[in-house]
Nanobody, 121 residues
Protein backbone atom coordinates (compact mmCIF):
# COMPACT_ATOMS: atom_id res chain seq x y z
CA UNK A 1 0.00 0.00 0.00
CA UNK A 2 0.90 3.67 -0.35
CA UNK A 3 0.36 6.31 2.31
CA UNK A 4 0.20 10.02 1.49
CA UNK A 5 0.48 12.58 4.29
CA UNK A 6 -0.13 16.28 3.63
CA UNK A 7 1.22 19.05 5.83
CA UNK A 8 1.64 22.83 5.82
CA UNK A 9 -1.94 24.03 5.86
CA UNK A 10 -3.22 26.75 8.15
CA UNK A 11 -4.75 30.20 8.46
CA UNK A 12 -3.27 33.00 6.37
CA UNK A 13 -4.30 36.55 5.45
CA UNK A 14 -5.18 37.48 1.86
CA UNK A 15 -1.99 38.10 -0.10
CA UNK A 16 -0.01 35.74 2.10
CA UNK A 17 1.78 32.49 1.28
CA UNK A 18 1.81 28.86 2.37
CA UNK A 19 3.85 25.85 1.32
CA UNK A 20 2.20 22.44 1.35
CA UNK A 21 4.09 19.15 1.41
CA UNK A 22 2.95 15.62 0.64
CA UNK A 23 5.17 12.68 1.53
CA UNK A 24 4.53 9.23 0.08
CA UNK A 25 5.59 6.02 1.79
CA UNK A 26 5.03 2.31 1.41
CA UNK A 27 6.04 -0.47 -0.96
CA UNK A 28 6.73 1.94 -3.81
CA UNK A 29 8.77 1.08 -6.86
CA UNK A 30 8.09 4.28 -8.76
CA UNK A 31 5.72 7.22 -8.48
CA UNK A 32 4.43 8.50 -11.79
CA UNK A 33 2.27 11.64 -11.80
CA UNK A 34 1.46 13.49 -8.57
CA UNK A 35 -1.02 16.26 -8.03
CA UNK A 36 -2.89 18.61 -5.74
CA UNK A 37 -6.66 18.95 -5.56
CA UNK A 38 -8.92 21.02 -3.34
CA UNK A 39 -12.49 20.98 -2.13
CA UNK A 40 -14.36 23.90 -0.60
CA UNK A 41 -17.55 23.39 1.47
CA UNK A 42 -20.51 22.68 -0.79
CA UNK A 43 -18.34 22.39 -3.90
CA UNK A 44 -16.87 19.52 -5.88
CA UNK A 45 -13.24 18.55 -5.61
CA UNK A 46 -11.20 20.30 -8.30
CA UNK A 47 -7.76 19.97 -9.81
CA UNK A 48 -5.19 22.52 -8.65
CA UNK A 49 -1.91 21.31 -10.17
CA UNK A 50 -0.21 18.16 -11.44
CA UNK A 51 3.39 17.19 -12.10
CA UNK A 52 4.88 14.23 -13.94
CA UNK A 53 7.93 12.30 -12.80
CA UNK A 54 9.96 14.23 -15.37
CA UNK A 55 8.77 17.58 -14.05
CA UNK A 56 6.10 18.63 -16.56
CA UNK A 57 3.38 20.65 -14.85
CA UNK A 58 -0.10 21.95 -15.44
CA UNK A 59 -2.29 24.26 -13.36
CA UNK A 60 -5.87 25.32 -13.00
CA UNK A 61 -6.43 28.74 -14.55
CA UNK A 62 -7.47 30.11 -11.16
CA UNK A 63 -4.02 29.46 -9.63
CA UNK A 64 -1.72 29.86 -12.63
CA UNK A 65 1.00 32.39 -11.90
CA UNK A 66 0.41 32.20 -8.13
CA UNK A 67 1.01 28.53 -7.28
CA UNK A 68 4.02 26.36 -8.09
CA UNK A 69 4.09 22.56 -7.87
CA UNK A 70 7.38 20.69 -7.56
CA UNK A 71 8.65 17.29 -6.46
CA UNK A 72 11.68 15.53 -5.05
CA UNK A 73 11.80 12.00 -6.45
CA UNK A 74 14.50 10.91 -4.01
CA UNK A 75 12.12 11.70 -1.14
CA UNK A 76 8.86 10.70 -2.87
CA UNK A 77 7.52 14.11 -1.94
CA UNK A 78 5.49 16.72 -3.82
CA UNK A 79 5.18 20.37 -2.82
CA UNK A 80 2.76 23.19 -3.54
CA UNK A 81 4.01 26.74 -3.04
CA UNK A 82 1.00 29.04 -2.78
CA UNK A 83 1.56 32.78 -3.12
CA UNK A 84 -0.79 35.77 -3.27
CA UNK A 85 -3.51 33.73 -1.61
CA UNK A 86 -7.13 34.79 -2.01
CA UNK A 87 -10.21 34.02 0.11
CA UNK A 88 -11.51 31.83 -2.73
CA UNK A 89 -8.46 29.58 -2.24
CA UNK A 90 -9.95 28.44 1.08
CA UNK A 91 -10.45 24.67 0.90
CA UNK A 92 -9.18 21.32 2.04
CA UNK A 93 -6.18 20.47 -0.12
CA UNK A 94 -5.57 16.84 -1.06
CA UNK A 95 -2.48 15.15 -2.45
CA UNK A 96 -2.78 12.50 -5.16
CA UNK A 97 -0.25 10.05 -6.57
CA UNK A 98 -0.11 7.30 -9.17
CA UNK A 99 2.42 4.69 -8.06
CA UNK A 100 3.87 1.35 -9.09
CA UNK A 101 4.01 -1.02 -6.10
CA UNK A 102 6.21 -3.98 -5.26
CA UNK A 103 4.84 -7.36 -6.36
CA UNK A 104 2.15 -5.71 -8.47
CA UNK A 105 1.60 -5.61 -12.23
CA UNK A 106 -0.35 -2.36 -12.24
CA UNK A 107 -0.25 1.14 -10.83
CA UNK A 108 -2.46 2.48 -8.03
CA UNK A 109 -4.01 5.88 -7.44
CA UNK A 110 -3.80 7.01 -3.81
CA UNK A 111 -5.20 10.03 -1.97
CA UNK A 112 -4.06 11.77 1.18
CA UNK A 113 -6.49 12.78 3.92
CA UNK A 114 -6.18 16.49 3.26
CA UNK A 115 -4.96 19.65 4.96
CA UNK A 116 -7.09 22.74 5.62
CA UNK A 117 -6.11 26.06 4.06
CA UNK A 118 -8.07 29.10 5.21
CA UNK A 119 -7.50 32.55 3.70
CA UNK A 120 -9.21 35.24 5.75
CA UNK A 121 -8.67 38.62 7.38
Amino acid sequence: QVQLVESGGGLVQPGGSLRLSCAASGRIIRINAMGWYRQAPGKERELVATITRGGSTNYADSVKGRFTVSRDNTKNTVYLQMNTLKPEDTAVYYCNANAMLRDSLRSYVTWGQGTQVTVSS
